[in-house]
């Protein structure tokens, strides 16, 4: 089973700032990973698949780059509604797993 | 826009089985698509259970594949999750989705089971 290791486990940052969000596989994903956003009491949403490419819908400030074992998911000026949970899935392999998450929370 | 729609009990029993369906509205189940269930345990992470093809063929996760059952209703555009022998640690919220290209891009809005006597 291919682990997903995200970090930092809880972002403080402020509107407007830059936020950086890291996930590292076990094992090589190749481009084969993506990021989820959850708000409380909400589904998760799908912002990034397939490491680089936003979902439809998903605003230009959400970003995704890596490939292989490190990945990284930017939001380049945090709105207040980016407070929240995310989290990255690898579809490399099954099963199918998730990182644990990070939470982006106000500072 | 296709909507997805959890729906079964909110307490199960311990040892007992947990029984979902996931009510599919805005495209027809049998199209394409894998169609998946996720758990999250109170305060927790994601696991993915499994995932069914329209055609019937499934992907389960190892660690509850000896306990899951997932099928598809084509008749009632529903799909349904069957979890035995469940124990406390089988509380979480359930959602079902949509999966494109093994990417969960629909979900429905989840519902919370209880496993208590």
């Known amino acids: 089973e291919i682990v997903l290791t995200q970090s930092p486990a809880t972002l403080s940052l402020s509107p407007g700032e830059r936020a950086t969000l890291s996930c590292r596989a076990s094992?090589?994903?190749?481009?084969?990973l993506a990021w989820y956003q959850q708000k409380a009491g909400q589904a998760p949403r799908l912002l990034v698949h397939d490491a680089s490419n936003r979902a439809t819908g998903i605003p230009a400030r959400f970003s995704g780059s890596g490939s292989g074992t490190d990945f990284t998911l930017t939001i380049s000026s945090l709105e207040p509604e980016d407070f929240a949970v995310y989290y990255c899935q690898q579809r490399s392999d099954w099963p199918l797993t998730f990182g644990g998450g990070t939470k982006v929370e106000i500072k | 826009q296709v909507q997805l729609q959890e729906s079964g009990p909110g307490l199960v029993k311990p040892s007992e089985t947990l029984s979902l369906t996931c009510s599919v509205s805005g495209y027809s189940i049998t199209s394409a698509y894998y169609w998946g269930w996720i758990r999250q345990p109170p305060g927790k992470g994601l696991e993915w259970i499994g995932s069914i093809y329209h055609s019937g063929s499934t992907d389960f996760n190892p660690s509850l594949k000896s306990r899951v059952t997932i099928s598809v209703d084509t008749s009632k555009n529903q799909f349904s999750l069957k979890l035995g022998s469940v124990t406390a640690a089988d509380t979480a919220t359930y959602y079902c989705?949509?999966?494109?290209?093994?990417?969960?891009?629909?979900w429905g809005q989840g519902t919370l089971v209880t496993v208590s006597s």
């Open positions: 989705a949509k999966l494109w290209g093994r990417w969960f891009d629909s």
């Open positions: 094992q090589s994903v190749s481009s084969y």
